[in-house]
């Protein structure tokens, strides 16, 4: 079974940046859809990109953040740029659409004003 595990996160001032990086235990990301989600407190996870076919962007991060994918690295990473106190949230990868299989513990990104 694969496993995926996120870091990256901190704490950033509001215009910060942070890359965040999900590195898998064998190379999925040539062969599935990968994306990332969050979950900011008392809300429920959403999907902030994937790559795959494309890239695609929830509309509050379009433009600020960036996903690529290294295979050789067997990591996926998300540049996140321009960052508001809105972006805060534990960060996770996993397929899109996600399997409950590979969530792992996320990393929390902190973005103070």
């Known amino acids: 079974q694969v496993q995926l595990v996120e870091s990256g996160g901190g704490l950033v001032q509001a215009g910060g940046s942070l890359r965040l990086s999900c590195t898998a235990s064998?190379?999925?990301?040539?062969?599935?859809?990968m994306g990332w989600y969050r979950q900011a407190p008392g809300k429920q996870r959403e999907w902030v990109a994937s790559?795959?076919?494309?890239?695609r962007y929830v509309d509050s991060v379009q433009g600020r953040f960036t996903i690529s994918v290294d295979n050789a690295k067997n990591t996926m990473y998300l540049q996140m740029n321009a960052l508001k106190a809105e972006d805060t949230a534990v960060y996770y990868c996993n397929r899109v659409p996600p399997s409950p299989r590979y969530w792992g513990q996320g990393t929390q990104v902190t973005v103070s004003l």
């Open positions: 064998r190379n999925i990301f040539s062969t599935n859809g």
């Open positions: 790559i795959g076919d494309s890239t």
